[in-house]
């Protein structure tokens, strides 16, 4: 809500509205309270709709010499009025941007209302890529480089910081809120001039002259970060002072997206050396011992592991937030949606104007998700019969599988196209964008739960789309005759094969009769009629089935190629910006030598009568003589070129390339990071019995992708907006919800799909034995349901989860959340607080109490006087 001149209007309740109160639901009169309205009337608080009294800013045009220590918080890009104009020298008609002068007129309003709020500005031209209708090139934007002086920030902070307080504080904090310095990190900072561009001075990017409104990095901060941390093999011993940093420079949420990183990889070192060993052991100790031991390995992940470092992390978290002082009680911070919109009603805390939108609205937009899901599970089912079929025929033509054969270089580049398919176009393409569309479509009041629901559709998303594959292949390929039965429902849907056609292993070495055909799909197939090739070319051969092997490529290649398209791409693209900009400012440098000093100096004055022309002599002095200041933007436009020496044009530039760079950059935000984490997170969790290398892989991929975002944070990206954050947030329980799957999956594998329990039984081991010759090296992951049958399985498979369930609940409740350190600093602060708070209503109630006793002593005095007055009368 933006600032108003006056406060608002308390309107009072109707007895329609009271009806329609009380039909609001609980999260409609628990988030219905917006910044600007939780400003209750304290001493020392001003509330929202009144002006604040600043001191006002400055504002210069920005010379070469002045750069060297500037350092700035914000920056405003505007866009250059211009006209479209046919360029008639040219035998093609072609339209080229033509720049015309407008004195001062957009940024001279940006300007005065900047520093009317108390903020200094100093103005920059932007890059030469338009023409003037002389011929000359002039910049397309002009850059107005905001800068917040401790005073303004001062004030308008402990405003900013008692709306937060009374949105997220507790009772606790109200010293530190009236007493403390408001300004103490530069991601406060960040925060403050934020709050006084889009609500005091209300510049958003809704204005149309404005290109792009966004904190600025700091080139000293960034350079420091990747030379000391980042660029660096001493990150992970140097985390704690990264970490403050981070969260001091960008913000909280920012800050725990890396904490969380660092202590997720960390806890990664151990299993991934168990993994390693139990790997390099295998030809060691045999194939009948390995199985029973992945048994052990599976539980170690899915149960101990996954759960221990979710309960570790939450003590971690809630330390964190104890030594950022945030309040540990509170599990998000609010910030309002921009884009909600609801009807109006009266907000039953503040007694202001509110809007609300009733939930039920919301219903037919969740089934558009359920139908959209389904459709996205068919397209995943359509290639993985591709996927299968490609591997199938490349194991047929290429049976030597040695590293580096030509097997192996074809599967490779097969989980390449998948690895891009699926996390490229399917998911950054189609599936991200049309859950955001979705969840803007719901109309959420809050940004947080706007987060809160794209994170659970990206949730339920992630299964069909990274993990149908997997599911697929470890619990239904793997079971006999389901493979079959998939193959010949899709050879006869799309292609009309009849319900039991053969293919792959039931057909002879030419390929042109059956040897045998599988089982009709379907009730009305016969089969010894109808025992005919298939003429559709999907195709499946469970021998062909290995775990162990197929999920491999996919889950490499898919992060490493997140990580390449995500660093390098943008750096390339950074380079070739700059390539650009800076041959088009030495051809205007050549341009401004060969014009020579006098044509800018006749410009110049022209431009001057040009503007008062337009605007005339006829207001006060002082808006005259500010106004006079203004028109001289456009002048010094032009005297740039005289005032500054070509090494201080070059490093005018270079500023103004780096910003403009910025500017057409996406906003860094750790959404898109932690969605790969919990991706990966599911993957070590759910399938690490299969490969036991994967948590070592993932560790080095992770070590690799820390780096990577931190790259992307201080190079390729805009500085992201600081925001207090409590936690990880909505990604805190995806986690929960993957730990959980993962011990259902990881039961599943046990009983079902690896067939690790036949080799507790010593009838069914001897049975595998000798159905391989004693010959392991051909043994593949698979169930023996004629040694230990489904019914069996599936019972052994309710026991062990119900077992699993129950401890993780009862480890959860006895484990403290809190440490203990933490637990006994807030005591004594909650003690020392209602100490103070009893003193100071004794001290109330005392004064009130002698108040009373005074005032009562003279009433009587004032009685007794009367009395003896009318005796002596």
């Not at 693209?573 to 051809?587: A, F, I, P, V």
């Not at 205007?588 to 800018?600: D, F, N, S, T, Y």
């Amino acid at each position: 809500m933006e600032d108003n001149n006056g406060t608002p209007e308390v309107i009072p309740l109707s007895s329609d509205n009271q009806v329609r109160q009380r039909h609001l639901s609980g999260d409609t009169m628990n988030l219905a309270l917006q910044d600007d309205q939780w400003t209750f009337a304290l001493p020392g608080s001003p509330q929202s709709g009144q002006s604040i009294s600043v001191r006002p800013g400055t504002y210069r045009y920005l010379k070469g010499v002045e750069l060297e220590g500037a350092t700035y918080e914000f920056a405003i890009v505007t866009r250059r009025r211009s006209s479209e104009k046919k360029n008639e020298n040219k035998s093609t008609a072609v339209d080229i941007d033509v720049a015309v002068d407008i004195p001062a007129g957009v940024e001279g309003r940006l300007i005065k209302k900047l520093i009317a709020s108390g903020l200094d500005v100093d103005v920059l031209e932007g890059d030469f890529s338009r023409v003037e209708v002389d011929g000359n090139k002039t910049s397309k934007y002009f850059v107005l480089l905001i800068r917040g002086n401790e005073e303004t920030l001062a004030t308008y902070g402990r405003r900013l910081r008692f709306q937060t307080w009374l949105r997220s504080g507790n009772s606790r904090e109200v010293d530190s809120v009236v007493q403390s310095s408001p300004i103490v990190t530069p991601a406060e900072r960040i925060q403050v001039i934020d709050h006084i561009v889009r609500e005091t001075a209300q510049i958003t990017e809704d204005d149309p002259n404005v290109h792009s409104i966004f904190p600025v990095h700091d080139p000293a901060t960034n350079r420091y970060l990747l030379k000391t941390f980042i660029g660096t093999q001493k990150l992970e011993f140097l985390s704690e002072d990264f970490l403050q940093k981070v969260r001091a420079h960008f913000g909280e949420k920012v800050g725990y997206y890396f904490a969380f990183m660092d202590f997720y990889n960390k806890a990664l070192v151990p299993i991934a050396l168990l993994g390693v060993l139990l790997t390099c052991l295998r030809g060691v100790i045999g194939t009948p011992m390995y199985m029973r031991v992945l048994v052990a390995w599976a539980v170690l992940i899915s149960v101990v592991w996954s759960f221990g470092l979710l309960k570790a992390w939450s003590r971690r978290n809630n330390e964190l937030n104890h030594i950022w002082a945030n309040n540990i009680e509170t599990s998000t911070i609010v910030y309002r949606n921009p884009n909600f919109r609801g009807d109006a009603f009266v907000n039953p805390v503040t007694g202001l104007p509110d809007q609300f939108y009733p939930s039920w609205k919301r219903y037919p937009k969740y089934l558009a998700v359920i139908t959209f899901m389904m459709v996205q599970i068919s397209i995943m089912m359509f290639i993985i019969a591709i996927w299968i079929t490609a591997f199938e025929v490349l194991k047929v033509r290429y049976p030597d599988s040695g590293i580096f054969s030509a097997q192996w270089f074809y599967i490779l580049g097969g989980g390449i196209l998948y690895g891009l398919f699926v996390d490229i176009i399917q998911w950054s393409v189609l599936v991200t964008k049309a859950a955001r569309m979705f969840t803007e479509w719901e109309n959420w009041k809050t940004i947080e739960l706007f987060e809160k629901s794209m994170i659970r559709k990206l949730f339920l998303m992630d299964f069909l789309n990274y993990y149908t594959w997997f599911f697929l292949l470890a619990f239904v390929y793997v079971i006999p005759g389901a493979g079959d039965t998939i193959t010949n429902f899709l050879n006869t849907l799309i292609w009309e094969d009849p319900a039991n056609c053969c293919f792959g292993p039931y057909m002879n070495r030419s390929g042109a009769y059956c040897d045998s055909c599988p089982p009709a799909w379907n009730k009305m197939g016969i089969r010894e009629a109808r025992c005919i090739p298939c003429h559709g070319w999907v195709t499946f051969d469970i021998n062909h089935l290995d775990l162990e092997t197929l999920f491999l490529t996919p889950i490499i290649i898919t992060q490493l190629l997140n990580l390449l398209i995500a660093v390098v791409v943008p750096w390339i693209h950074r380079k070739h910006y700059e390539q650009r900009l800076r041959g088009t400012d030495q051809k205007v440098m050549a341009m401004v030598k060969a014009q020579g000093e006098r044509h800018l100096l006749a410009r110049m004055s022209y431009q001057t009568e040009d503007f008062d022309n337009m605007h005339g002599r006829s207001m006060g002095s002082n808006t005259a003589a500010h106004d006079d200041n203004l028109a001289h933007v456009i002048n010094r436009s032009s005297a740039r070129f005289l005032e500054n020496s070509e090494e201080e044009m070059k490093l005018l530039n270079a500023k103004a390339r780096a910003v403009l760079f910025e500017s057409e950059q996406k906003t860094y935000d750790p959404y898109d990071d932690y969605h790969h984490m919990t991706v990966q997170f599911g993957f070590v969790v759910m399938f690490s019995m299969l490969w036991p290398l994967m948590p070592a892989a993932c560790m080095l991929v992770n070590a690799l992708k820390t780096r990577g975002d931190g790259f992307r944070l201080c190079r390729t990206n805009r500085r992201p907006f600081p925001r207090k954050a409590s936690g990880i947030g909505e990604w805190n329980n995806i986690l929960h919800a993957i730990a959980i799957t993962g011990v259902l999956v990881n039961i599943g594998l046990i009983f079902i799909s690896t067939g690790a329990m036949e080799f507790f039984s010593p009838s069914c081991s001897k049975q595998i034995t000798y159905a391989l010759n004693n010959d392991f090296s051909h043994f593949r992951f698979g169930p023996d349901f004629a040694c230990v049958s489904l019914t069996t399985r599936m019972v052994m498979i309710l026991v062990s989860e119900h077992i699993s369930l129950l401890l993780i609940y009862s480890f959860w409740k006895i484990i403290r959340s809190v440490p203990a350190k933490v637990q006994l600093d807030m005591l004594s602060q909650e003690y020392a607080f209602k100490s103070l708070l009893y003193q100071r209503t004794v001290e109330k109630s005392n004064i009130n109490t002698a108040s009373l006793s005074t005032s009562a002593a003279s009433s009587v005095m004032k009685r007794s006087h009367i009395r003896r007055s009318r005796l002596e009368e």
